[in-house]
């Protein structure tokens, strides 16, 4: 089966809250990626989401957690909402990692 795993850099400029994580988390910048498979399909080829995880620092290092797309989303669109009250030079660092697209 082929499948396709797609990440993006998502910037929280204030710590934000999702299902699934067990604290609040800071600002800054986090890769997503989202692992899709392809469908067998007669018509053309289309691709069906697997997963969606987010990286996150933590004491114990980078850590992996499953997220749902749609809030991810929704808190980023609260998080844009939101008077900017933290300089870009107070922000977490970036973890470094730019958008890419992986095949297996």
């Not at 987010?54 to 499953?66: E, F, M, N």
């Amino acid at each position: 089966m082929t499948t396709r795993t797609t990440g993006r850099t998502v910037t929280f400029h204030h710590p934000f809250v999702l299902d699934g994580l067990a604290r609040e988390v800071a600002a800054g910048t986090y890769l997503v990626e989202t692992e899709e498979e392809l469908m067998d399909t007669v018509l053309s080829p289309a691709w069906k989401r697997v997963s969606t995880v987010i990286r996150l620092r933590t004491a114990a290092g980078i850590q992996d957690v499953s997220i749902d797309p749609k809030q991810l989303n929704a808190a980023l669109a609260r998080d844009q909402a939101l008077p900017d009250t933290q300089s870009s030079e107070t922000a977490a660092p970036s973890m470094g990692l730019g958008s890419r697209t992986r095949k297996t």
